[in-house]
């Protein structure tokens, strides 16, 4: 019993610790004043907000195009990478499974180094193409790595079944592979979708003048001193995840069905 409710404990204090500083968040996006101390109750920082932020929403809109294009670009090669490295068999594919790997493991600030020399050494202007080609770089791995744990549970004999009776690789991947690897895609697209959308380390080396994204924008105003129409901002981006959560759960569970 001691080590059940030393767990649980510890479970709680990692929960408060975590869920806390959230709630604080949301209470004073409602509070009248600047400061931390609570004024009274007002919706002026969501009118503000929602009505005089317009380099906010614009932002916005930057990061989730260039999350949806990453994410469905790395999605799309990450799943025929790993349906290669499963079932293919070539040269250097042992090599290859590692070096995979090797994103997951480095320090983003690594990686925004690495590409921010590699666009100076080809001499490739800063902007929204480099920020997307670093989010698709970043992303493909995560999404391999995914799909590869999908695949460890695939019954090849339904492959060779198809073949059997006459279908060709592009009938097999479309209507058997990927259907059957559905979920898994999904969780890699949004996956890809929410490194992309957060992303700040990675894309502050590789942003030009006037392409910033949210994380950025965001990193630009606090600076001096933490805004509390960043805190409405940050209450509508919680309530925007779980929403989609939610959502993607229930919908896996119907493609599951």
């Known amino acids: 019993m001691s080590k059940r409710r030393t767990s649980l404990f510890f479970f709680i204090l990692s929960m408060l610790f975590f869920y806390i500083p959230l709630l604080i968040l949301i209470i004073f996006s409602f509070n009248e004043g600047k400061s931390m101390v609570w004024k009274g109750f007002s919706l002026k920082w969501y009118k503000e907000l929602f009505l005089y932020s317009d380099n906010i929403w614009q932002a916005f809109r930057y990061s989730v195009a260039i999350a949806a294009v990453s994410g469905v670009i790395s999605t799309v090669i990450g799943t025929l990478g790993a349906i290669s490295l499963r079932w293919h068999e070539y040269k250097y594919k042992k090599y290859l499974q590692v070096l995979t790997y090797v994103p997951l493991v480095i320090p983003e600030i690594i990686l925004g180094v690495s590409l921010l020399i590699l666009f100076a ?3 490739f202007e800063l902007g929204f193409t480099t920020i997307f080609i670093a989010h698709t770089t970043f ?5 391999l790595f995914i799909i590869l744990s999908r695949l460890e549970e695939f019954d090849y004999s339904i492959v060779e079944a198809a073949y059997d009776l ?3 690789e592009w009938q097999t991947l479309t209507k058997v592979i990927i259907p059957s690897i ?3 895609i999904i969780s890699g697209f949004l996956i890809s979708v929410t490194l992309s959308f957060d992303d700040f380390v990675t894309t502050f080396f590789v942003a030009g003048p006037g392409s910033s994204t949210l994380p950025l924008r965001i990193y630009s105003m606090i600076r001096l001193g933490v805004s509390p129409v ?3 901002l940050s ?6 995840s779980i929403i989609l959560t ?4 229930r919908f896996q569970k119907y493609l599951i069905k």
């Not at 992303?139 to 999404?143: D, E, G, K, S, Y």
């Not at 939610?246 to 759960?249: E, F, M, P, Q, W």
């Open 121 to 123: 050494t080809i001499k």
């Open 139 to 143: 992303n493909i791995p995560f999404v």
């Open 166 to 168: 006459g279908a060709t």
């Open 182 to 184: 559905l979920p898994g």
């Open 230 to 232: 960043i805190n409405a």
């Open 235 to 240: 209450v509508l981006l919680i309530g925007i």
């Open 246 to 249: 939610l959502s993607t759960k």
